[in-house]
């Protein structure tokens, strides 16, 4: 696949709450998958690290009601989205949460993502 392939179903995967199917096809085994300073995990590697991190992420979750994904935006080996999630994170009340995502690919899959979004207080 080339990068506007894997941009597209990576998008549709995202738009149908399908994240497990996306790391499934998508990740290289040796993705990079990096958040801003202050998140609970800032940097991890390796695909087992980035499915805990998912995990993690669910079990944060009280429910999830929506994700929108903006098209892709391709240039080169890299692409870009934005993803907005209508969240109740639990203890917390109900909440949109909007990050800029950015990948690499590579060989057909996803090598690297980062993500920026102003992360919440944790504590």
Request: charged share 25%; hydrophobic share 35%.
């Amino acid at each position: 696949m080339n990068t506007q392939e894997v941009a597209n179903k990576l998008v549709g995967y995202c738009r149908n709450m399908q994240f497990e199917n996306a790391m499934n096809e998508l990740y290289s085994h040796d993705i990079v998958s990096i958040e801003p300073k202050g998140s609970p995990a800032e940097e991890v590697r390796g695909i087992e690290a980035v499915r805990q991190k998912g995990e993690q992420f669910e079990q944060m979750v009280e429910a999830m009601h929506g994700v929108e994904v903006s098209e892709p935006l391709v240039a080169d080996n890299f692409f870009s989205c934005t993803m907005k999630m209508d969240v109740t994170f639990k203890g917390a009340p109900r909440s949109t949460m909007e990050e800029v995502c950015i990948y690499q690919v590579a060989d057909g899959k996803i090598v690297s993502e980062q993500f920026f979004f102003t992360p919440m207080p944790q504590g």
